[in-house]
């Protein structure tokens, strides 16, 4: 037991270090709080009963240790009164860990009210995450923007295998499992962005799953969503993003990506409820991650995932547009940087 609760508090330590802020112990979500602090009322149980056997062990080791000709100890076989205490003791101790664990499982299972204010769809893919908002019909990737507050129900869907949702500081985990779809709410209480990850393994790109939560003030949230709400304007005729544009439809990239939902049903029939296979790049350029969280959003990291997406991210299915990809040739530089003027302009 020492061991354990030595692990525990070297992995607190340890947590806290951790960049980004991905640490479990600094909950930002009501629910989150419930779960940290249930974490450490059993640590701190725990402790206390480790120090009390741990003193009294050592105490008598030491005052009741043999010595030449001390006599045979006292004998305390089927002594009622000390049997019953040990039992009962940690039984109560057992008894109320066990209370304050259901009511937290209770309280993290349902929002306060039973109601929530907004509705979120994340669907994992290999390897990356879209977020769905159907009330709105806006669909984004790699980052779900919510506003401070507000509870948040957030639907885990997954049409190829078992992915888990995380983000330390906001939700506990939760498997997103094909054919059955589980639901978590989020509650967040500081503006801020908090790191998420993928974790249950999901294929060779596991490990590079990662997305973010943007937890914004009210006002924030209602005006990036009227953004996502309006189609990006189509680049001028003559300009280096209409020259990209032109690469984009016909460099096989809208085999698997839109970019102008909601506005033009004919590119993007099925916003929501379905599953795509790549993210909608409607407006990309406002994004701060790409290639499934991994990369941040420059012109050079996107050049570099366009050209190399195989080597940045093996196995997944974007291809390298570099002509290592069979079926996809290779573009010149011209072409990649009149692509990447294009996608960094969807605003
Ligand atoms: Cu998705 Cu691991």
Redesign the pocket.
């Known amino acids: 037991m020492g061991g354990a609760v030595l692990a525990l508090i070297a992995s607190a330590v340890l947590s806290a270090c951790s960049d980004n802020g991905a640490n479990f112990l600094n909950p930002q979500s009501n629910a989150s709080n419930a779960e940290s602090n249930l974490f450490w009322f059993i640590l701190i149980v725990a402790a206390f009963i480790f120090v009390a056997v741990t003193s009294v062990l050592l105490y008598s080791v030491i005052r009741f240790r043999a010595r030449a000709g001390s006599p045979e100890p006292r004998q305390t076989a089927g002594n009622t009164p000390l049997e019953i205490i040990w039992t009962a003791v940690p039984s109560v101790i057992l008894f109320i860990i066990l209370a304050v664990t259901i009511s937290t499982m209770f309280y993290v299972a349902n929002p306060p009210g039973n109601t929530t204010d907004m509705t979120v769809n994340a669907i994992?893919n290999?390897?990356w995450w879209e977020f769905q908002y159907p009330d709105s019909k806006v669909v984004t990737a790699d980052e779900m923007v919510i506003p401070v507050g507000a509870r948040v129900h957030v639907n885990l869907m997954s049409n190829n295998?078992i992915?888990?949702f995380w983000v330390p500081e906001l939700v506990g985990k939760t498997d997103v499992i094909p054919g059955h779809n589980n639901s978590l709410w989020i509650q967040a209480r500081t503006i801020g962005i908090y790191r998420g990850e993928?974790?249950?393994?999901?294929?060779a790109q596991?490990a590079h799953?990662d997305f973010q939560v943007d937890v914004r003030s009210q006002a924030d949230y209602n005006t990036w969503l009227a953004g996502q709400q309006v189609a990006p304007t189509p680049p001028a005729a003559g300009t280096q993003e209409a020259a990209g544009y032109k690469v984009f439809t016909t460099a096989g990239c809208l085999g698997c990506h839109a970019v102008n939902c909601p506005t033009s049903v004919s590119q993007c029939p099925t916003v929501i409820g379905n599953i795509h296979i790549g993210p909608n790049l409607t407006h990309f350029g406002g994004r701060q991650l790409i290639a499934g969280g991994v990369l941040s959003n420059t012109p050079a990291n996107l050049t570099n995932w366009i050209l190399h997406a195989q080597d940045v991210k093996f196995g997944a299915d974007m291809p390298s547009f570099d002509g290592t990809s069979p079926g996809y040739s290779a573009l010149t530089p011209q072409q990649v940087d009149d692509l990447v003027a294009y996608l960094e302009s969807l605003q």
């Open positions: 994992g290999q390897w295998v992915h888990s993928c974790t249950e393994f999901c294929g596991h799953m």
